[in-house]
């Protein structure tokens, strides 16, 4: 065994441990470490692994962990980037935790969620063998570059791959592309024409236009975004035939939604699927899931038992109680990510207080002018239940002003810059019974959490 790959694990594990010790977290110093002591540790010490990654804008983490759920409940155990971690320096950091001094571990799985600006690099040493790509959104510009380069650089690094499978979403345009473009082996999910009947929302900007001929895409139906039936009548690109899709939707909550999923290859066999998620977007990351269960050959009946006992990650849709109150963490990045979010809190039925956390550090993305495309507007019609709307981060002031200009009336609109005292207030104006959301940006997400993991004395980030 190379003395100097055994020594690049041990301390990275040494770093772990002061980095925990000091409350740090130790995501990813230690596999920054690791990389600087020993280059070539990420292809030697994932060899012995059959690796699920997950990539894509928009629900990356949430995916990862309900495809965490369906292995559990499948006994299979596996290791996984839990923190949310997901460039290659924290990806190293989730191995060498988990493996011993040699690079041997008791799971043989890992269950991997890569950024997509990162992916292309990690491609040079890891051939993931399962890869499941969620959607291609409009995000953080300034830090990843125009919307097709992030495409591009992900069916770059496919292509340095072999044996990889692919579950893409055949509902947007550009992930479906990628087996176009790539040749490889995939399965498709997605939702039937007649699965989901709302309200239809205008096609948004990120995908309009073919990617092949630049004519404007028609579409059949539309779920949301651009994702949804499109065709290009000029050459013909339209979306595949899909392997596992959602049927119908039949109810969708504050606290949960309901569908049915049908396996296409299976005589179109159908399950009832109780998902412990509220919003549509939700029901496409448990399809996602649903879809990489089918490629690795499991249960489908033990998969659908997953959706139903999942439980949320720190941030996403995380909620914490406080008595008989409750308080909804819910992370919100991108146009797209953020009416989703807003579609969902439309459908509670009582009143409201929430807060709006908006930061704009360098992982947040530091042009905020994308909140101006968020349609906030649509919190007139639930008006009467808004009982209080909070501001705060480092851009409280410019959020203000967008609900302003949205139609909130500003008496209804409070800015609270300490977390602290922006928690007791909302928490304390929030009924019995009732729930108090707030909405960060990324880096607002991670300082308002460790407020109220010390408040609250919740579990650390990384556990």
């Known amino acids: 065994?190379?003395?100097?790959?055994?020594?690049?694990?041990?301390?990275?594990?040494?770093?772990?441990?002061?980095?925990?010790?000091?409350?740090?977290?130790?995501?990813?110093?230690?596999?920054?470490?690791?990389?600087?002591?020993?280059?070539?540790?990420?292809?030697?010490?994932?060899?012995?692994?059959?690796?699920?990654?997950?990539?894509?804008?928009?629900?990356?983490?949430?995916?990862?962990?309900?495809?965490?759920?369906?292995?559990?409940?499948?006994?299979?155990?596996?290791?996984?980037?839990?923190?949310?971690?997901?460039?290659?320096?924290?990806?190293?950091?989730?191995?060498?935790?988990?493996?011993?001094?040699?690079?041997?571990?008791?799971?043989?799985?890992?269950?991997?969620?890569?950024?997509?600006?990162?992916?292309?690099?990690?491609?040079?040493?890891?051939?993931?063998?399962?890869?499941?790509?969620?959607?291609?959104?409009?995000?953080?510009?300034?830090?990843?570059?125009?919307?097709?380069?992030?495409?591009?650089?992900?069916?770059?690094?496919?292509?340095?791959?072999?044996?990889?499978?692919?579950v893409l979403n055949a509902d947007d345009s550009l992930c479906a592309s990628i087996a176009k473009d790539t040749g490889r082996s995939s399965v498709f999910y997605g939702f039937d024409i007649n699965a989901y009947n709302g309200v239809s929302e205008a096609i948004n900007s990120d995908a309009m236009y073919c990617l092949y001929c630049k004519e404007k895409y028609t579409y059949s139906f539309n779920v949301y975004g651009h994702l949804g039936g499109f065709s290009c009548p000029s050459c013909g690109y339209s979306r595949p035939d899909i392997d596992i899709s959602c049927t119908s939707v039949t109810e969708l909550t504050s606290s949960y939604s309901t569908a049915v999923f049908s396996v296409n290859g299976e005589n179109n066999k159908q399950y009832e699927a109780k998902i412990n998620l509220p919003g549509l977007y939700n029901i496409y990351n448990s399809l996602a899931a649903f879809a990489c269960s089918y490629v690795l050959g499991l249960p489908a009946e033990k998969s659908i038992t997953a959706l139903a006992g999942f439980e949320c990650g720190f941030g996403r849709m995380e909620t914490i109680n406080v008595g008989n109150k409750n308080i909804k963490l819910i992370l919100v990045k991108n146009p797209t990510g953020f009416n989703q979010v807003l579609n969902f809190l439309l459908t509670e039925d009582k009143q409201m207080h929430i807060a709006f956390v908006i930061n704009d550090n360098l992982a947040d993305g530091t042009d905020i002018s994308w909140l101006w495309d968020v349609d906030f507007e649509k919190l007139q019609v639930v008006c009467e239940k808004l009982a209080m709307l909070y501001t705060s981060g480092k851009r409280a002031e410019d959020m203000a002003v967008r609900l302003k200009y949205s139609g909130i009336p500003v008496d209804k609109i409070k800015i609270i810059h300490d977390y602290s005292m922006l928690i007791n207030e909302g928490i304390d104006s929030t009924p019995e019974n009732h729930n108090f959301y707030i909405l960060p940006t990324y880096t607002a997400m991670l300082e308002v959490r460790k407020v109220l993991k010390n408040k609250y004395k919740l579990k650390e980030f990384w556990k």
């Open 1 to 166: 065994m190379n003395l100097r790959y055994m020594i690049s694990i041990a301390a990275s594990k040494l770093a772990i441990k002061v980095c925990r010790l000091i409350k740090h977290g130790g995501t990813t110093l230690p596999g920054k470490i690791a990389i600087k002591l020993y280059p070539g540790i990420i292809k030697t010490i994932t060899k012995d692994f059959k690796i699920i990654m997950v990539t894509g804008t928009n629900g990356k983490t949430t995916t990862a962990r309900i495809i965490g759920q369906i292995l559990k409940e499948n006994n299979i155990q596996y290791i996984t980037n839990k923190s949310g971690a997901n460039l290659v320096s924290g990806i190293v950091t989730t191995f060498t935790e988990n493996v011993n001094l040699t690079g041997k571990s008791s799971s043989n799985t890992a269950l991997i969620e890569i950024d997509e600006a990162a992916f292309n690099v990690i491609c040079n040493y890891i051939e993931p063998d399962i890869l499941v790509v969620t959607n291609f959104f409009r995000d953080q510009l300034d830090r990843y570059g125009e919307l097709y380069s992030t495409l591009n650089s992900v069916k770059s690094g496919i292509l340095k791959t072999q044996k990889t499978k692919l």
